[in-house]
């Protein structure tokens, strides 16, 4: 089975509107706690679909870009999902449910690295969100991250400069999944432009595999590109 993820809008869209069908709480309880039987929340599931975590990651803006400490400043969201058989349920066996939403932490949530962040922070919101298909949205969340930065201002002001955003799994979980971006292009739908750099596009994704200490990982990168224009 393919695990696609959903676009931001739709994905909001069933974050607040969704009304689970079937026969009130209990029919809901009770799947809830049947899959939640096949599931260890400290582990990712053992029927992981492709050992893969798909990222989603919409940019909102650039707060700020300093020069002489070669720090930048982003708020974006970052949106978690994978698949598993495991979660897979038919909705006419559950009175016509084909989405719940659980409280955060029910469900596995993969741990992810953000590499070069100075600060972060994490707006998550409450829930998780299980599909009848088997994806499991188990993070969305606002973040703000400040970024160490190799920015070059000899040029300047006419420098371009490029940042990188990555994320990987920490150390053990290397072999246990890939973390993937669901889209080759960075989603922008939102993006409020910079008065001071101009956001060169498409800012695209890729992975890359990285070799340490004799084993090899992947990378999820996104090289974000500025040209000032002041």
Known sequence: MAVQIITLAYFLFLSFTTTLAGNGNEETYNLVEKLKSNFNRFAPPHDLINKS??????????LDI????????LKMILIVSYGSNSSVWDPEDHGGIEVITIPEHIFWSPPLIL???????????TDQMVMHDGRIFSRMSFLTAKLA???????????????????????????VFSADFAFPNLELA???KNEQWELLTPVTTYNETILHTGQQ???????IIFLQIL
């Open 115 to 125: 590499r070069d962040a100075i600060d972060k922070t994490y707006e998550s919101f």
């Open 53 to 62: 975590v798909k990222l989603y990651i919409e940019l909102f803006k650039v």
């Open 190 to 192: 939102f993006y409020e």
């Open 217 to 223: 990982y992947q990378e999820s990168l996104i090289s």
């Open 66 to 73: 300093d020069e002489k400490q070669g720090l930048i400043n």
């Open 149 to 175: 930065c190799n920015i070059d201002a000899t040029k300047f002001p006419f420098d371009t400069q490029t940042c990188p955003i990555t994320l990987y799994p920490p150390g053990g979980y290397e072999n």
